[in-house]
């Protein structure tokens, strides 16, 4: 009798918490599970501990995923765990997939002695780095209770380990995986009309919301180097958030603002990316940035600082550059130099082919089945 062939057709009801399914990259990665990973013998739900669940649950609503809406209470919510509990029992949940520190927190304590598998994913780090002493006494007792941890990146499992106390061999890398991007090119020229960039302009761009982990002003102040030898440029970048009038305020007292272009917030970017001749990525800390692996998708060469999972995804002078974290000079050095004919073309090659060889959603798909078929 294959035995092994038995438990991976076993009927498994996975129920993801987190805390909500606002637009962020946590959430993309839970939308590609769900939508690349439910089959006959997988059956998914998502649990969201903070209301409002955003764009992202509407959209998996509406394929009929069943979801869960709790109210995290300031503080630690105990009357959360007993929710949590509910649910899992109730609905007979056979594995408990936490994404990020305090739905971990919260779901492993609710399945504790209970038939419920637990999982662990770390989706990234802030920056600077911290923990607590708490943390640290606690985690390897939360651990015991887990079936497996997971990370984003080994950067990401670095930190894991470090700050957070949990043993290195337990935690396994999943890279974060996503569909190419589907662009409309007539739109995308109508777009370039509509912002009226010069044909003779080389556009660099990035998509990220304004704040200061994001490190806008780093970039902004390498692009103003980049004109000087190289005024045939322009800058856009796609976004918003609390760091807005910072940015503007230093794109003033550049005196670029004739070479920026700031789009705000757009639900749907990929066209805007698809205008981006060069991606750049200015961060200051990083897990698996998804929007860089749309521009991969899309072949496009990368500029980005050496945080977190940016150096496992861009390979330096293989797909793009990989600069010093917080190096303005570096950052301005590595888009001029990769504005050479020969380099440009070699990296929007290779871009995509490092893409299609490792970050794909069936490659992450692939990947978290095997936990749920190892766990359960």
Not at 102 to 114: H, N, Q, R
Request: hydrophobic fraction near 40%; charge should be negative; aromatic fraction near 10%.
């Amino acid at each position: 009798m294959n035995t092994t062939f038995e438990k991976n057709t076993k009927q498994k009801n996975i129920l993801h918490i987190t805390y909500d399914m606002r637009i962020g990259g946590t959430e993309m990665v839970i939308k590609n599970i769900i939508q690349h990973a439910q089959s006959e013998n997988i059956e998914m739900s998502v649990l969201c501990i903070e209301s409002p669940l955003g764009p992202f649950a509407k959209e998996l609503l509406g394929e009929g995923i069943k979801f869960y809406e709790l109210n995290r209470q300031p503080g630690f919510d105990w009357s959360l765990i007993k929710n949590i509990r509910r649910i899992i029992k109730t609905n007979n949940i056979n594995v408990l997939h936490c994404h990020q520190y305090s739905p971990w927190v919260y779901g492993v304590i609710a399945a504790a002695f209970t038939k419920t598998k637990v999982i662990f994913t770390e989706h990234g780090r802030f920056y600077p780095d911290s923990s607590s002493w708490k943390r640290k006494l606690i985690n390897p007792l939360l651990n015991l209770f887990t079936d497996q941890v997971t990370a984003i990146s080994k950067a990401t499992k670095q930190a894991l380990t470090e700050f957070e106390n949990l043993p290195e061999k337990s935690i396994e890398v999943i890279y974060n995986g996503i569909a190419p991007l589907q662009v409309d090119y007539d739109k995308v020229q109508e777009i370039r009309k509509e912002l009226a960039i010069p044909k003779d302009h080389t556009i660099l761009g990035t998509i990220a919301r304004f704040d200061p982990i994001k490190n806008h002003t780093m970039m902004l102040k390498a692009f103003a180097q980049v004109l000087q030898q190289q005024p045939n440029t322009t800058l856009i970048i796609v976004g918003d958030g609390d760091e807005r009038t910072t940015i503007e305020t230093c794109i003033e007292s550049l005196k670029i603002t004739d070479k920026v272009i700031l789009t705000g917030y757009k639900p749907e970017p990929e066209n805007y990316l698809a205008l981006m001749d060069i991606f750049l990525l200015s961060s200051l800390s990083e897990g698996t940035s998804m929007t860089l692996l749309e521009a991969m998708s899309l072949s496009k060469p990368c500029v980005v600082t050496d945080a977190g999972g940016n150096p496992e995804v861009i390979i330096n002078n293989v797909n793009g550059f990989v600069t010093p974290n917080g190096d303005q000079n570096a950052f301005a050095n590595a888009i001029q130099e990769i504005r050479d004919p020969q380099i440009f073309t070699n990296f929007q090659d290779q871009s995509f082919d490092r893409y299609t060889q490792q970050f794909m959603p069936d490659i992450m798909k692939q990947g978290y089945i095997k936990v749920y078929d190892d766990i359960y």
